[in-house]
Protein backbone atom coordinates (compact mmCIF):
# COMPACT_ATOMS: atom_id res chain seq x y z
CA UNK A 1 0.00 0.00 0.00
CA UNK A 2 3.03 2.43 0.38
CA UNK A 3 4.37 1.65 -2.48
CA UNK A 4 1.40 2.54 -4.57
CA UNK A 5 1.15 6.03 -2.81
CA UNK A 6 4.59 6.78 -3.61
CA UNK A 7 4.04 6.03 -6.98
CA UNK A 8 0.91 7.88 -7.03
CA UNK A 9 2.56 10.64 -5.41
CA UNK A 10 5.61 10.67 -8.18
CA UNK A 11 3.58 10.19 -10.90
CA UNK A 12 2.25 13.66 -9.93
CA UNK A 13 5.70 15.28 -9.54
CA UNK A 14 6.96 14.40 -12.70
CA UNK A 15 3.65 15.39 -14.90
CA UNK A 16 4.87 16.51 -17.99
CA UNK A 17 2.48 19.79 -17.27
CA UNK A 18 4.10 20.69 -14.21
CA UNK A 19 7.50 20.50 -15.64
CA UNK A 20 6.73 22.45 -18.81
CA UNK A 21 4.77 24.77 -16.25
CA UNK A 22 7.63 25.23 -14.18
CA UNK A 23 10.27 25.72 -16.84
CA UNK A 24 8.30 28.70 -18.74
CA UNK A 25 7.12 30.39 -15.48
CA UNK A 26 11.22 30.28 -14.32
CA UNK A 27 12.60 31.11 -17.84
CA UNK A 28 9.67 33.80 -18.71
CA UNK A 29 10.67 35.48 -15.05
CA UNK A 30 14.33 35.90 -16.43
CA UNK A 31 13.39 36.97 -19.69
CA UNK A 32 10.99 39.75 -18.47
CA UNK A 33 13.66 40.95 -15.71
CA UNK A 34 15.89 41.09 -18.54
CA UNK A 35 13.34 42.81 -20.82
CA UNK A 36 13.16 45.55 -17.88
CA UNK A 37 17.00 46.04 -18.33
CA UNK A 38 17.42 46.92 -21.79
CA UNK A 39 19.20 49.28 -23.82
CA UNK A 40 18.09 52.10 -26.11
CA UNK A 41 20.78 50.46 -28.84
CA UNK A 42 19.04 47.04 -28.00
CA UNK A 43 15.87 48.80 -28.65
CA UNK A 44 16.78 50.70 -31.81
CA UNK A 45 18.17 47.22 -33.28
CA UNK A 46 14.50 45.52 -32.71
CA UNK A 47 12.64 48.67 -34.27
CA UNK A 48 11.54 50.35 -30.65
CA UNK A 49 9.72 46.82 -29.62
CA UNK A 50 11.20 45.17 -25.96
CA UNK A 51 11.18 41.66 -27.50
CA UNK A 52 12.61 40.45 -24.33
CA UNK A 53 9.59 42.43 -22.19
CA UNK A 54 7.02 40.66 -24.80
CA UNK A 55 8.25 37.11 -25.05
CA UNK A 56 9.01 36.99 -21.00
CA UNK A 57 5.82 38.12 -20.28
CA UNK A 58 4.18 35.28 -22.57
CA UNK A 59 6.70 32.57 -21.56
CA UNK A 60 5.03 33.40 -17.73
CA UNK A 61 1.27 33.25 -19.23
CA UNK A 62 2.06 30.26 -20.92
CA UNK A 63 3.61 28.52 -17.83
CA UNK A 64 0.88 29.71 -15.81
CA UNK A 65 -1.63 28.05 -18.19
CA UNK A 66 -0.20 25.02 -17.87
CA UNK A 67 -0.05 24.67 -14.09
CA UNK A 68 -3.35 25.91 -13.91
CA UNK A 69 -4.27 23.30 -16.67
CA UNK A 70 -2.80 20.70 -14.17
CA UNK A 71 -4.65 22.47 -11.00
CA UNK A 72 -7.90 21.89 -12.70
CA UNK A 73 -7.36 18.73 -14.44
CA UNK A 74 -5.32 16.12 -12.10
CA UNK A 75 -3.73 13.07 -12.83
CA UNK A 76 -5.99 10.51 -11.57
CA UNK A 77 -4.27 7.23 -10.97
CA UNK A 78 -5.39 3.94 -11.69
CA UNK A 79 -7.09 2.12 -9.24
CA UNK A 80 -4.86 -0.26 -7.16
CA UNK A 81 -4.89 -3.84 -8.30
CA UNK A 82 -6.45 -6.62 -4.92
CA UNK A 83 -4.83 -10.19 -4.80
CA UNK A 84 -8.17 -11.26 -4.42
CA UNK A 85 -9.83 -10.00 -7.66
CA UNK A 86 -6.80 -11.11 -9.27
CA UNK A 87 -7.03 -14.59 -8.52
CA UNK A 88 -4.99 -17.53 -7.92
CA UNK A 89 -1.28 -16.75 -9.40
CA UNK A 90 -0.33 -19.50 -12.11
CA UNK A 91 0.37 -23.13 -11.04
CA UNK A 92 4.13 -24.13 -11.14
CA UNK A 93 5.61 -24.89 -14.47
CA UNK A 94 6.77 -28.50 -15.70
CA UNK A 95 10.09 -30.00 -13.47
CA UNK A 96 9.05 -27.94 -10.67
CA UNK A 97 7.47 -30.79 -8.97
CA UNK A 98 9.25 -33.01 -5.43
CA UNK A 99 10.79 -35.28 -8.40
CA UNK A 100 11.88 -32.47 -10.76
CA UNK A 101 15.65 -32.98 -11.24
CA UNK A 102 15.76 -36.90 -10.40
CA UNK A 103 17.05 -39.23 -12.92
CA UNK A 104 14.17 -41.35 -14.73
CA UNK A 105 13.59 -44.72 -12.83
CA UNK A 106 12.32 -46.43 -16.25
Do not use: C, H
Not at 9 to 27: E, K, M, N, P, Q
Amino acid sequence: MELEGRSVSAARLFDIRRVIGVLFVVYGVLVTLAGFFVSDEDLRKAQDININLWTGLSMLALGLLFLLWLRLSPTVPPPPRREAEEGPGPGPGPGTGPEAGAPDAR
